[in-house]
C-alpha cells in the first residue's frame, strides 16, 4: 500500500514540488505541507536537492527515518536545527563552532538563521570572528 | 607626423566593427590594419601608446554598449574617477490615515538612507607580441574582442554573483524553490511584479527555455492532457524562448563557458530573476557604480620584448534593500 505522509515546509518561502503524481506540480506554502507517497519521496530524492538539503521535510519519525536513509545526521547538520539547537551550537568554544559549520553545505537560508540566533546571544569575539569569515555577508560586529 | 588615436577616430570605429564580426568595407578595414602595422613597425613610446589608446577606447565603447542592460536591471550611476557615487535607498516613509474629523494625523517624514559604494577594478592584461603586430599575424581586433568579452564576463559573473547571494535568504515572494520549475511557484512571483505594472524574467536558457511549458492549459478534462498555443510551440523552437509569460519579458541571459578548464558556465544555469519594471530606477536594489572608463597602462617586457597592455574599469555592484527588495529570485533544485 501506498501511504500518504506529510510533508512539511519549515521555511519563509515557498517551495514547488513535481513528481508523477503531480505532474503539473503542486506549490508548498511558506509553513506550510502536503501530502505524498513513498514513491514521490523517492522520486524527489532522485531529481532534487530539497530533502537533502532539509528544505522540505517529512512530519515526526519518518523523517528521521528518512535522513538515516539519506545518511544525514540531523543532530549536527546545521540544516535540521532549530533554534534551540543553533544556540546550542552558539555556545561551544570558536574551534568546535569552526568545525560545525564547516562540516556541512548549510543552505543561504540557514545562515541568516544562525546569524539571527548569534546575534541575540553574547559571543565572544573569536566566536564572533569565526561566524563572520563564514558569513561575511552578515555584520557580525555592530 | 605622430599619429594621433582619439576616442572618435574613425579607425576606433573600425577597430569595434572588426571586433564584433561587423561588415565592414574592405578598403576600409585593409587602411586600418595598415594603420596599425605602421604604428607597430615603429614601435617608439608615442606609436605604442596610440596602440594602447586605440584597445583601450574599443574596449571602453564594447564594455558599455554591452552593459547597457543593466539600465533596465540595476540603479546604475556613472561617475568621474576619484568621485564616490551615493544611492538614495527608500525607507518607509510619508503614511495617509482615515481618521475621525479634527483628530490628531500622525507625523509621517519622507526617509531615506544613503549608501556609498566603494569601486573595485575589473582588469585585464593581454600580452601582444610586438613582431607579429608589425607583420600582421597578431591582429588588434581580436585583442579587443578577448579583452573586452572577459572584462564583460568578469563584471556580469560578479554581478550576477551579488545577486544570488543577497536574495538566497528572503522569503516569498522574493524568493522560492522548486524540483524544477513548478508554475505554481513560480506564478506569484511573477504576478507580484506584473501587478505593479510589468516585469522581466530572466535566467539561463535552461530555466527560461522551461517557461513555455507553463503556458499550456487543461482544456479536456476527461484526458488531462495540456494543450499548448500553436504560435508558443513555434516560437520555442525557433528560439528556444518565448517572449512573455503571464505578460512579464522573458530575457535569455548569454551564458559563456569559464576559462578554466572545466565544462561549467559563468552564470548559475538554476537561477531565475523576476525584476520589476515599473518602478523608479532608484528603487531598484541593484546598486551598481562604473567610476571612470577604461583606462590602459602599457609597458614592454625587457625579458621577452612582450609588450603589454593592462586594461582597467573601476565598477563595482551591490544590494540595497529599504522598504522591500523590489527583486525576485527562482532557484531551480532540481538536479542534473
Known sequence: ?142 | MAIQIYKDSEIVNVAIAEARKERIDSAVRENADKLIRDLASDPNPNNKYQIAQLVKFAVNDIIKRDTNYLDVLADVKRVGFGDKAEFDVKLPGIKAFIQAKGATTPRTKNAHKTVSLETLSVSARPVINIVELQNGLANAADVINDASFQMECAMNAFIENVLVNAADDWGSPYYGTGSGLVKSTLDPMVMHWVRTGGAIIFGDIGETTGIAQLTGFVANSTSGAMQFAGNIINEQNQNAVIGTYLSAQVVQLLNPLKEDGTDGFLFDKKKLFIVPTSIDAGMRPLKVVFEGDVFSTEATNIDDLSWEIRLDQYFNAAIAKGVRPYLSMYADSSVG
Open chain 1, 1 to 142: 500500500m501506498n501511504e500518504k505522509m506529510r510533508l512539511n515546509n519549515p521555511k519563509d518561502y515557498a517551495v514547488g514540488i513535481i513528481t508523477p503524481e503531480k505532474p503539473y506540480g503542486v506549490n508548498i506554502l511558506p509553513h506550510s505541507f502536503t501530502m505524498v507517497t513513498q514513491d514521490e519521496i523517492d522520486y524527489l530524492m532522485a531529481t532534487s536537492t530539497l530533502l537533502q538539503s532539509g528544505v522540505l521535510r517529512l512530519a515526526g519519525e519518518k523523517q528521521k527515518e528518512l535522513a538515516d536513509t539519506m545518511g544525514i545526521d540531523m543532530e549536527n547538520n546545521a540544516n535540521f536545527m532549530s533554534d534551540e539547537d543553533i544556540k546550542k551550537k552558539l555556545s561551544g568554544n570558536a574551534n568546535q563552532l569552526k568545525k560545525w559549520l564547516n562540516s556541512e553545505e548549510i543552505n543561504p537560508d540557514v545562515m541568516a538563521q544562525i546569524a539571527k540566533v548569534a546575534k541575540t546571544m553574547n559571543l565572544n569575539m573569536n566566536k564572533i570572528q569565526v561566524l563572520q569569515e563564514k558569513m561575511p555577508k552578515y555584520n557580525f560586529f555592530e
